[in-house]
């Protein structure tokens, strides 16, 4: 698959070109064998090393659950993700994360060691947690711009993305007293534990050991779940490379070129998603609210049905992601809450573009998405005051006692509204992330759809706020 940059979005090995097709001349079946077929064989390798060694770990910790030694387990957590590592085609790219993951054992028991001594007053600002953010910024900002070519940066940003998380996490629950120091075989483990080295989701630590403490019980059930996420994945590979572009011609309207564009990279995203899915359950994991019941197996990442047809940005953020919005609300955003709603959501966003490695597209698509996601959030809130009306971003979780309730008319006409702009939000912030921004400029990209995000953006401030 041709893609220009690496991300933990857009993990895909760079084997085929589906731009060479040239799609109004082919058929169905002719897309589907020249460039769907084509597609799935170029991430083969991956998957199944990712999945199989996902299965075996799953299997040696179901089989010997009762006799596996804690350390034994973490041991092969760590081996199995290592494995999956040296796969890597970079070998700048495994030196930088070894050595990524040696000092920063050595820096959490540093700073560990160091917030013993330092005085009440200086806490806020020379806390362990904000220690190690800004080391971790420092060292991607290096491998980035000195240390790493663009190729090989590219290659393991995202495997640094959810390194990071997990090393921010972890400091924060320390700090917290939620956890102790974890030993360095415990540390290895987590960090490296193969259901999510590669392509996610984060995990926290306490979310790690219970796979030890309360193994999951495998069954028929474990097998088939993990080939049905595979398969979805593989299903949105093909409509992210083949499909999109089969259905919308690029002699479409502006418009639905741009709907195209955007419905590409999300579909290229659901794939991630899923597949990331299949490696947890593969390992064992699942979600914790189903954890003991044998007949289901789940590991919820993200849910296309609420961002493809979206009630509101918000919606969109929390389930664009679901593990790294769980991040970032309990680590960034609560800890910045303090200083206002507003400054805590950009701060928020501010992070999340310095994970995904401070790519310039990326990081205008996340602070626009947060400004347009505040300021509709805003809108909701005032137009359901002024005019007594249930349309907030939530339906009210007990008796709703607005004169115009959620299946009111008017209430539906206006949800119907906000879904719309929702959408075209979608597209506006969504073709940035097409290969050919990086030809033409953000800019560019803006201009060729009159900048009308933008235009929302201000009559959302104008209405909520003068």
Request: aromatic share 16%.
């Amino acid at each position: 698959m041709n893609i220009d940059e690496y991300d933990y979005d857009l993990y895909i090995d760079k084997y085929y070109n589906p731009d060479a097709i040239n799609y109004d001349e082919e058929t169905f079946f002719d897309v589907l064998v020249n460039c769907a077929l084509l597609s799935i064989q170029s991430i083969l390798p991956i998957l199944s090393r990712l999945i199989c060694t996902n299965l075996c770990f799953g299997v040696l910790t179901s089989v010997f659950s009762d006799k596996l030694p804690q350390q034994l387990f973490h041991s092969l957590s760590g081996i199995c993700g290592i494995y999956l590592v040296l796969t890597l085609s970079s070998a700048q790219g495994k030196v930088m994360i070894l050595l990524l993951f040696g000092l920063s054992y050595i820096c959490i028991k540093f700073t560990v060691i160091i917030q013993r001594f330092i005085r009440p007053m200086l806490y806020p600002y020379l806390s362990s947690s904000n220690l190690v953010k800004c080391a971790l910024i420092a060292f991607s900002i290096l491998c980035q711009h000195k240390f790493l070519d663009q190729e090989t940066w590219m290659e393991i940003r995202g495997i640094v993305m959810i390194f990071s998380m997990k090393m921010i996490s972890l400091v924060d629950d320390i700090e917290r007293e939620s956890i102790i120091l974890p030993s360095f075989t415990n540390f290895f483990g987590y960090i490296f534990s193969s259901a999510n080295i590669l392509f996610g989701p984060w995990i926290s630590f306490q979310d790690y050991m219970h796979l030890y403490r309360q193994p999951t019980k495998k069954n028929i059930l474990w097998v088939l779940s993990t080939i049905k996420q595979v398969f979805i994945s593989l299903l949105f590979l093909i409509i992210s490379n083949c499909f999109a572009t089969y259905l919308i011609s690029d002699e479409s309207n502006l418009l639905l070129v741009s709907y195209r564009e955007a419905l590409s990279f999300r579909n290229s995203h659901y794939f991630i998603s899923f597949l990331s899915e299949a490696s947890m359950l593969a390992a064992g994991f699942k979600n914790s609210k189903i954890w003991k019941n044998d007949h289901e197996w789940r590991y919820i990442v993200t849910d296309p049905i609420k961002i493809e047809f979206p009630t509101a940005l918000a919606i969109v953020v929390t389930y664009w992601n679901k593990p790294m919005h769980d991040f970032l609300k309990k680590y960034v955003y609560r800890a910045w809450l303090p200083l206002g709603r507003f400054p805590a959501i950009l701060l928020t966003f501010a992070i999340s573009s310095f994970l995904h490695g401070f790519e310039p597209k990326v990081s205008v698509v996340l602070l626009s998405l947060g400004v347009f996601s505040y300021l509709q959030y805003a809108l909701r809130d005032f137009v359901s005051k002024a005019f007594n009306v249930c349309v907030r971003v939530y339906p009210c979780t007990r008796v709703c006692c607005h004169r115009y309730k959620r299946n009111d008319i008017r209430s539906r006409t206006l949800q119907i509204l906000f879904s719309i702009t929702t959408v075209l939000h979608l597209i506006f912030l969504g073709v940035l992330m097409d290969s050919s921004t990086d030809e033409i400029g953000i800019f560019e990209k803006w201009r060729n759809l009159y900048f009308y995000s933008i235009w929302i953006m201000f009559v959302d401030l104008l209405i909520a706020f003068l």
